[in-house]
């Protein structure tokens, strides 16, 4: 019940299609999406291989509640060794994808090994089967899906697909599915391509079976409304994430011009308000959009003026799409210094269209824009365009660069990490674990950093929340243990397959609450906060089997010896080293950042101990 | 008297910006005091005055001034 029980494994190699029993005992442990697909990541691969080799396994995921009645039910997850990272890399997308999937009748889909040729994948219930590919190849995520619908007749058929980018081994390259909803991080859609695996199409009819149906229904309608009369909820729904950007300006916490400052002069022209402003006739925000099941909606659909210089005479961008949410405004906006509305628009078309990371994009094109303003990289390497912060135009023609593979894209296609190394200034790059900051400065939100550091998949604001901590002190006291706490209840959260967004108003009891409804066994908020904390766990064993240490917990320079500039946070670096060995205790890990034997004895991952573990 | 309440993120929801700015409140009033007539008091994390940061424990001592800018700001999440 809930879980479909069943697995597909695509391989590759052979160009099969089998079908396994779901591992029930690793259900109840790992619950699914991001944590039942990191346990079954380790048992399928060695963690050492390079992550853009044929020995690297791609794993689509959904949860016990996907597809169900519980609200922002339509997640789903994609967990693979990252090639931006070498760590693991788990990217969680909503959209109608994850739900079809397991309408199809799977939960899990585990691919191996190496087409020889460009494929697509075909799910239609029981039926998988592996179809050239080769005229796809090259093509966009959008005339990859529209020619997939079209060619099997069905336009309810849900489509995740690459770009050129993850044919071309971008660094951060995504996988798009339903046109503007990603799987977005750590270069999942590299791996993908890496594969020839150009996408998967899925088309189910299957329903999802619950334990007790009449009290799943009644508990759902509970939390519905639970959900519906929450303020932050409201929030999301009418502004979505955009709203953000005041909050940050405000606080002194919004990443502008590659970090070395952290208010943005520009924030009125491409905050939340802009965007429903009408200038020169145009309204930027068109509407709002859920994801499946979702009573949310805090999806943003947008256009771009048509006299806009980036689309002036390309009809092609004059249509509605996926619109700006706080993360891609950081990333287009303030981050790389640009306030034209439009511009910052065009770029996330961009990456919608050929499947890239907006945050990881943003900040390295910031990265190349503070390499050029001192002087390390030169116009006749940008394709002559001029690279300085606030140019709109180099953001608009650098994105459709990247995402095309083309000219000093190439370059940008690196990302923060590798580009910065290349040009002998590792210390501009903006990361941990090789992966680009999400639109917080971690001076002003201290916790943050930590959160940063410690991230199993790199840099993420998306893995524990410590917000409210961090806004009410300034200091990296008392951060260790809510950032512990909430890494944990997130996991949980993402591994019962429904979106973050819901926690605004659901705590673990809300969720263990429809789990109970919905799944085998006995279901409380503590059994799903060990549950996050076995998976948290299960993915540092992954990154320190796969060579990343302690060494790998940290910030960059900027971080913690440039002193915040100005805002509330101003004078102050990120409290790192008094943070970490506290964290490191209250995780009971050894202070060289290993999980100790007692902690692996009582999370059931004895099995997975390292050499070294005390 | 009357100050100004500058809402930020979520809070900008609560109140129009011609009652916010504008907002009226008793003189002598305290911070503290202030904060509890708005029904949106538990969502607020952090407060300022006129540009200075209000410590939670320092809010029942401060007393509002004609014209004081009160900002607040709501505890946010990520996406």
């Not at chain 1, 998967?200 to 329903?207: D, F, P």
């Not at chain 1, 709002?288 to 659909?301: D, E, S, V, Y």
Request: one cysteine or more.
């Amino acid at each position: 019940m809930g879980w479909q029980q069943k697995v597909l494994r695509v391989d590759l190699n052979a160009g099969t299609c089998t079908t396994e029993p779901l591992n029930m005992e690793w259900a109840a442990q790992y619950i699914g999406t991001r944590g039942l697909a990191t346990r079954y990541l380790m048992e399928n691969m060695d963690p050492a291989v390079d992550a853009l080799s044929p020995e690297n396994v791609l794993i689509f995921a959904t949860g016990p509640l996907g597809g169900t009645l519980t609200s922002t039910s339509g997640r789903y997850a994609v967990v693979t060794k990252g090639p931006l990272t070498g760590a693991i890399a788990c990217s969680n997308s909503g959209g109608k994808f994850g739900a079809e999937l397991k309408f199809s009748g799977y939960d899990l889909m585990i691919v191996t090994g190496k087409s020889e040729r460009p494929v697509y994948l075909l799910i239609e219930d029981d039926e998988a089967k592996l179809i050239n590919a080769e005229d796809l190849w090259g093509r966009t995520v959008w005339d990859t899906e529209e020619t997939i619908k079209a060619r099997h007749h069905s336009e309810d058929m849900k489509v995740a697909s690459i770009g050129v980018a993850g044919e071309r081994g971008v660094y951060y390259a995504c996988i798009v599915n339903d046109l503007h909803r990603a799987a977005g991080r750590s270069g999942v859609g590299a791996v993908m391509g890496s594969k020839n695996l150009k996408a998967v199409a899925a088309r189910g009819s299957r329903g999802i079976r619950v334990k007790d149906p009449l009290r799943f229904m009644k508990v759902v309608e509970e939390k519905n409304q639970k959900l519906v009369d929450d303020p932050g909820r409201r929030s999301l729904t009418k502004s979505g994430t955009l709203s953000m950007m005041n909050v940050m300006q405000e606080f002194g916490g919004l990443p502008t011009n590659n970090f070395r400052d952290v208010q943005f002069d520009g924030v009125a022209k491409v905050n939340h308000k802009a965007v429903r402003e009408k200038r020169h006739g145009h309204r930027n925000l068109l509407t709002n959009k859920a994801c499946f099941g979702c009573t949310i909606a805090c999806g943003r659909i947008a256009h771009i003026d048509k006299n806009h210089f980036s689309v002036v005479n390309r009809k092609e961008y004059w249509h509605a799409s996926g619109g700006l949410e706080y993360e891609t405004a950081f990333a287009f906006g303030p981050v790389v210094g640009v306030d034209d509305l439009d511009a910052l628009t065009f770029a996330g078309y961009m990456m919608n269209e050929h499947g890239m990371d907006p945050i990881s994009f943003g900040v390295t094109l910031a990265a190349a824009m503070e390499l050029y303003e001192l002087g390390v990289i030169t116009r006749e390497q940008t394709d002559g365009i001029d690279l300085r912060f606030g140019n709109a135009e180099a953001l608009t023609v650098m994105s459709e660069k990247t995402g095309k593979y083309e000219g000093f894209g190439r370059e940008l296609a690196l990302g923060s990490k590798r580009l910065c190394e290349k040009y002998g200034h590792p210390e501009l790059a903006m990361v941990v674990k090789g992966q680009e900051f999400a639109g917080y400065d971690s001076r002003a939100l201290q916790g943050m950093g930590l959160g940063y550091a410690t991230g199993n998949r790199g840099a993420c604001h998306l893995r524990h929340d410590t917000f409210a901590e961090d806004m009410e002190d300034v200091s990296g006291k008392g951060k260790a243990q809510p950032c512990k706490d909430s890494q944990d209840n997130v996991a949980a959260i993402d591994s019962v397959g429904i979106c973050l967004f819901t926690a605004s108003a659901w705590d673990l009891g809300d969720l263990a609450d429809q789990m109970d409804a919905a799944c085998e066994g006995t279901w409380t908020a503590e059994r799903l906060r060990e549950a996050g904390e076995r998976i948290w766990n299960l993915e540092r064993l992954f990154n320190m089997k796969a060579g990343l240490t302690a060494a790998d917990d940290t910030l960059p320079p900027r971080m913690l010896k440039d002193p915040a500039p100005t805002g509330m946070a101003k004078g102050k670096v990120n409290e790192l080293d008094v943070m970490l060995p506290e964290y490191y205790a209250l995780r009971e890990w050894s202070v060289d950042g290993v999980p100790t034997r007692a902690l692996l004895q009582r999370l059931d991952l004895e099995a997975f101990a390292l050499a070294d573990s005390a | 008297m009357r100050i100004q309440l500058d809402l930020k993120g979520e809070l900008e929801d609560e109140l129009s910006e011609t009652i916010a700015s504008n907002f009226t409140v008793a003189e002598g009033v305290t911070l503290e005091d202030m904060l509890k007539k708005l029904p949106f008091v538990d969502r607020v994390v952090l407060t300022s005055v006129n540009g200075t940061v209000i410590a939670r424990s320092d809010r029942a001592s401060l007393v509002l001034n004609e014209s004081d800018k009160v900002t607040l700001l709501p505890a946010i999440k990520g996406g």
